[in-house]
């Protein structure tokens, strides 16, 4: 197809009318297609299945150190899953705690501990130090930033590439400003582009200056292994951050809820020594102990590092197709035609579409109404403020493949007709 710029006016017309005439056929469909968030797919799921059998008497809720994982007691979580769990953090069982279910909710509690009583090395709460603000990168994790918004937490965008975000513009907002107390990082398989921080992302966010002492990073290791196409290694932010003299400065988090159940699986937060005895003081307040039974399950299921990492080949070979089936129509429909560009990921679960400037609401509605849900259109910047408006994120996980074949057609047609549109202004 002929780039829209370079078209006619006349020829402009031409395929408008087409691409309505089109658009018009899937409206009469009635789909009710959903690509909101990027959920593991139903055959992903039936993978962790066998686990939920892993468990057969009273003598088989034992850990391997003889603690009986049906009572009360070890809130750092069970020694076997900090064991584990830790080595898919690629750090010591000693600087891990297994925190529930969720990587999220330890991440908003450490973000509100902090307001409220602040942090090792801090010298008063986040919330008397005055307007406490956090860099984020962008795009990047809506569920970052409603964390931020919630707590009246200032969030300071910052240009997120493939490979880091712009470390220059951060290293310069950190040295001048004691008021910034983070930043939100997904460095391996980013959210959304599913790039990796390169080495010297990792090692200028360990070592950078920062004018305040108690400023953390806040490592989201969300999609660790989560590889598609590419399984791209990562420096360790916390090995990296005690060569740069600055050993408390990280903390790291991940889940298995897209590993095996989620909402079932197991949460995991890392950190030096010594931020995790000052985080045991802290959550000693609202815990006792967490579900030692569901870290018992995943540890007799997984066994053992290799055994996580075969579970995550089956769970590539599961989302590689889907994924390639929405690669392989953006650029049969859209590639040279000027109605956007996408990133292809190595992992992770999402694939960013970057429109034509003022496009990325329309196409979202258009979508819409021809029944095809997509994520909103903001939602990878903070205050949903994306002010180009032009990114979207394409979440293929979880609708089968003629589903996402039948809602990527839908959205590469709404592409052209918004990027028609905008050229007509």
């Given at each position: 197809?002929?780039?829209?710029?370079?078209?006619?006016?006349?020829e402009?017309?031409?395929?408008?009318?087409s691409?309505?005439e089109?658009?018009?056929?899937?409206?009469?469909?009635?789909?009710?297609?959903n690509?909101?968030?990027?959920?593991?797919?139903?055959?992903?799921?039936?993978?962790?299945m066998?686990m939920?059998?892993?468990?057969?008497?009273?003598?088989?809720?034992?850990?391997?150190?003889?603690?009986?994982?049906r009572?009360y007691?070890?809130?750092?979580g069970?020694?076997d899953?900090?064991?584990?769990?830790g080595?898919?953090?690629e750090?010591?069982?000693?600087?891990?705690?297994?925190?529930?279910?969720?990587?999220?909710?330890?991440?908003?509690?450490?973000?509100?501990?902090?307001?409220?009583?602040?942090?090792?090395?801090?010298?008063?709460p986040?919330?008397?130090?005055?307007?406490?603000?956090?860099?984020c990168?962008?795009?990047?994790?809506?569920?970052?930033?409603?964390?931020?918004?919630?707590l009246?937490?200032?969030m300071?965008?910052?240009?997120?590439s493939?490979?880091?975000?712009?470390?220059?513009?951060?290293?310069?907002?950190?040295?001048?400003?004691?008021?910034?107390?983070?930043?939100?990082?997904?460095?391996?398989?980013?959210?959304?582009?599913?790039?990796?921080?390169?080495?010297?992302t990792?090692?200028?966010?360990?070592?950078m200056?920062?004018?305040a002492?108690?400023?953390?990073?806040?490592?989201?290791?969300?999609?660790?292994?989560?590889?598609?196409?590419?399984?791209?290694?990562?420096?360790?932010?916390?090995?990296?951050c005690?060569?740069a003299?600055?050993?408390?400065?990280?903390?790291?988090?991940?889940?298995?809820?897209?590993?095996?159940?989620?909402?079932?699986?197991?949460?995991?937060?890392?950190?030096?020594?010594?931020?995790?005895?000052?985080?045991?003081k802290?959550i000693?307040?609202?815990?006792?102990s967490?579900?030692?039974?569901?870290?018992?399950?995943?540890?007799?299921?997984?066994?053992?590092?290799?055994?996580?990492?075969?579970?995550?080949?089956r769970?590539?070979?599961?989302?590689?197709?889907?994924f390639?089936?929405?690669?392989?129509?953006?650029?049969?429909?859209?590639?040279?035609?000027?109605?956007?560009?996408?990133?292809?990921p190595?992992?992770?679960?999402f694939?960013?579409?970057?429109?034509?400037?003022?496009?990325?609401?329309?196409?979202?509605q258009?979508?819409?109404?021809?029944?095809v849900?997509l994520?909103?259109?903001?939602?990878?910047?903070?205050?949903?403020?994306?002010?180009?408006?032009?990114?979207?994120?394409?979440?293929?996980?979880?609708?089968?493949?003629?589903?996402?074949?039948?809602?990527?057609?839908?959205?590469c047609?709404?592409?052209?007709?918004?990027?028609?549109?905008?050229?007509?202004?």
């Amino acid at each position: 197809m002929k780039n829209l710029r370079e078209m006619t006016q006349e020829e402009r017309s031409a395929e408008k009318k087409s691409q309505l005439e089109r658009y018009q056929q899937y409206l009469d469909r009635g789909l009710q297609l959903n690509m909101t968030r990027g959920k593991p797919g139903e055959d992903q799921l039936e993978l962790s299945m066998p686990m939920l059998n892993v468990l057969n008497g009273e003598s088989d809720c034992r850990d391997s150190f003889g603690v009986d994982c049906r009572n009360y007691g070890e809130l750092l979580g069970s020694m076997d899953a900090r064991k584990l769990f830790g080595n898919y953090l690629e750090i010591s069982a000693e600087e891990t705690i297994i925190v529930g279910s969720s990587s999220l909710t330890f991440m908003y509690d450490c973000i509100a501990r902090a307001m409220l009583k602040g942090v090792l090395d801090s010298k008063e709460p986040w919330i008397r130090s005055g307007k406490t603000k956090f860099i984020c990168p962008v795009p990047g994790y809506d569920r970052h930033f409603t964390i931020c918004e919630f707590l009246g937490i200032e969030m300071i965008p910052v240009e997120l590439s493939p490979l880091g975000p712009d470390m220059e513009t951060i290293r310069k907002l950190v040295k001048e400003d004691e008021t910034i107390k983070g930043i939100w990082c997904v460095p391996k398989y980013t959210n959304p582009y599913g790039g990796c921080y390169s080495d010297e992302t990792v090692r200028a966010l360990a070592s950078m200056e920062t004018k305040a002492e108690d400023f953390r990073i806040f490592w989201d290791n969300a999609y660790g292994m989560h590889y598609i196409y590419k399984d791209v290694p990562v420096l360790n932010i916390l090995d990296e951050c005690k060569k740069a003299g600055n050993p408390n400065r990280a903390y790291l988090f991940g889940s298995t809820s897209k590993i095996t159940f989620p909402g079932a699986g197991v949460g995991f937060f890392g950190a030096s020594v010594e931020n995790i005895k000052y985080t045991q003081k802290q959550i000693a307040a609202q815990s006792i102990s967490w579900d030692k039974l569901n870290m018992l399950r995943h540890v007799r299921f997984f066994g053992n590092i290799e055994g996580i990492r075969r579970m995550m080949d089956r769970q590539a070979a599961l989302l590689r197709p889907k994924f390639d089936r929405v690669l392989s129509i953006l650029e049969s429909e859209l590639d040279g035609c000027g109605a956007g560009e996408w990133v292809r990921p190595d992992g992770g679960y999402f694939i960013t579409y970057i429109g034509n400037k003022g496009c990325a609401k329309r196409i979202h509605q258009l979508c819409k109404e021809a029944g095809v849900l997509l994520t909103e259109p903001g939602a990878t910047h903070p205050y949903h403020n994306d002010p180009e408006d032009r990114f979207l994120r394409i979440a293929p996980s979880y609708p089968p493949v003629n589903e996402l074949q039948t809602a990527m057609e839908v959205f590469c047609v709404s592409a052209k007709i918004a990027s028609l549109e905008a050229l007509e202004i």
